[in-house]
């Protein structure tokens, strides 16, 4: 089995950052494909980033290019998220996510993942 554990999430003003955090346990050579992923009420997770553990290659959706940034720290198996220049509608739960995938390489939707984290509040306000 393996367990994720986010943390780092807040409340912040438009323009702010923050860093969230994953720690992955339990049997973590099983995954090689990590997620982050954002839900609002009423609406479904959309993915945000993905990062190959493999080889480090992130994707992002468009919208969050050049203000978020994942990263993994395979020593620790703690995936990480900074966010820059936050706005209001980067507001909502955010989940980390895991899974093996043959070939981790682009954007995947939450159904693929097969592990998950309990999430972590991230609030912009303008």
């Known amino acids: 089995q393996v367990q994720l554990v986010e943390s780092g999430g807040g409340s912040v003003q438009a323009g702010g950052s923050l860093r969230l955090s994953c720690v992955v346990s339990?049997?973590?050579?099983?995954?090689?494909?990590m997620g982050w992923f954002r839900q609002t009420p009423g609406k479904e997770r959309e993915v945000i980033a993905t990062i190959n553990i493999g080889d480090g290659d992130t994707y992002y959706v468009d919208r969050v290019k050049g203000r978020f940034t994942a990263s993994a720290d395979t020593d620790n198996n703690i995936l990480n998220l900074q966010m820059n220049s936050l706005q209001p509608e980067d507001t909502g739960m955010y989940y980390c996510?895991?899974?093996?995938?043959?070939?981790?390489?682009?954007?995947?939707?939450?159904?693929?993942?097969?592990?998950w984290g309990q999430g972590t509040q991230v609030t912009v306000s303008s």
């Open positions: 996510a895991a899974v093996w995938i043959t070939l981790c390489s682009g954007l995947y939707p939450a159904d693929d993942f097969r592990y």
């Open positions: 339990g049997y973590a050579r099983r995954v090689n494909c």
